[in-house]
T-cell receptor
Framework: DAGVTQSPTHLIKTRGQHVTLRCSPI?????VSWYQQVLGQGPQFIFQ???????GRGNFPDRFSARQFPNYSSELNVNALLLGDSALYLC????????????FGPGTRLTVL | DAKTTQPNSMESNEEEPVHLPCNHS???????IHWYRQLPSQGPEYVIH???SNVNNRMASLAIAEDRKSSTLILHRATLRDAAVYYC????????????FGTGTRLKVLA
């Protein structure tokens, strides 16, 4: 069975640009969460979506936004990129938003120059 | 705010048990304790989770203190493939169902 997939694998952008990251959850999973992992640190929660609705938001600026589509895939958008946005962006899916275990994808490595 | 504290690194000899500690003194009654591990260039991988009682699965055991302010992940026989960063995580149980990751423990397994 396919796990969580993310695209692209790597991405290089310059300051001020916009980026869109994509995530496809495990088949049957309806909840998607996004995390930012800066080098050497643990992942930080950004968003959780369930049934196309935002269920949770971490302490990130409004430059970060996301959405979930009818097929439960998701996009994370970041506007006005800063050098500090350089990180590994992880997507995780679960059956539902509550107690279910989250399964992580391999991540998208974003470098902002 | 919810938070976990772990040692930065630990070492173990191959085929010996490993006890990875975690403090989570800010835990609330509905928060679950999860453990994930992360290999280089990969996303975190689920290991085990629990709420109040000790838990066992094919990968590991989780021992939770009676006051729930600390827990220990136990790998019964460490192998070289167990070398990874292990994260102790609080999964908030109310409102936002988000995972609060700590800084993780880098486990080195010696052959």
């Amino acid at each position: 069975d396919a796990g969580v997939t993310q695209s692209p694998t790597h991405l290089i952008k310059t300051r001020g640009q916009h980026v869109t990251l994509r995530c496809s959850p495990i088949s049957g999973h309806k909840s998607v969460s996004w995390y930012q992992q800066v080098l050497g640190q643990g992942p930080q929660f950004i968003f959780q979506y369930y049934e196309k609705e935002e269920r949770g938001r971490g302490n990130f600026p409004d430059r970060f936004s996301a959405r979930q589509f009818p097929n439960y895939s998701s996009e994370l958008n970041v506007n006005a990129l800063l050098l500090g946005d350089s990180a590994l962006y992880l997507c995780a899916s679960s059956l539902g938003p509550s107690r279910d275990t989250q399964y992580f994808g391999p991540g998208t490595r974003l470098t902002v120059l | 705010d919810a938070k976990t504290t772990q040692p930065n690194s630990m070492e173990s000899n191959e085929e010996e048990p490993v006890h990875l500690p975690c403090n989570h003194s800010t835990i609330s009654g509905t928060d679950y304790i999860h453990w994930y591990r992360q290999l280089p260039s990969q996303g975190p991988e689920y290991v085990i989770h629990g709420l109040t009682s000790n838990v066992n699965n094919r990968m590991a055991s989780l021992a939770i203190a009676e006051d729930r302010k600390s827990s220990t992940l136990i790998l019964h026989r460490a192998t070289l493939r167990d070398a990874a960063v292990y994260y102790c995580i609080l999964r908030l149980g109310s409102g936002t169902y988000k995972y609060i990751f700590g800084t993780g423990t880098r486990l080195k397994v010696l052959a």
